[in-house]
């Protein structure tokens, strides 16, 4: 991403929360070592309920998995702090278009980090 979207993106609400999630001595995030000992089968529901969490917090409300993100005030601008804060937390790069509900973020998600992992096992 870009240098001043990752700056900005740390020092905004959506930070705060995803802070929470810390980093592990190795450096690998939190979520990304909790999905690796997990099924994966069971990835889209843990992303979906972590996105859920996050983006409810900041909205300050409960998040429908399938409702549009924009009809809970969403807006591009708190769409591009998503937007970085889950790259930073994943190594994954979403698109704008990527974020119209929590469930299509986490099947987007699971679809590349899976597609990540299964390179990653081929090495």
């Not at 409810?56 to 804060?85: F, K, M, Q, V």
Request: glycine share 6%.
């Amino acid at each position: 991403g870009s240098p001043w979207l990752t700056a900005f993106a740390q020092r905004s609400p959506f930070a705060e929360m995803f802070k929470s999630l810390g980093k592990h001595r190795s450096g690998a995030s939190q979520l990304l070592a909790e999905l690796a000992e997990l099924p994966q089968e069971e990835w889209p529901g843990r992303l979906r309920r972590l996105l859920s969490e996050q983006i409810g917090l900041i909205l300050r409300r409960t998040i429908d998995a399938d409702r549009p993100l924009t009809d809970y005030g969403l807006d591009s601008l708190a769409n591009h702090e998503l937007r970085a804060r889950v790259e930073a937390e994943t190594g994954v790069r979403i698109s704008t278009a990527d974020i119209t509900t929590i469930r299509g973020m986490a099947d987007c998600l699971y679809d590349k980090l899976t597609s990540k992992a299964d390179i990653a096992a081929a090495l």
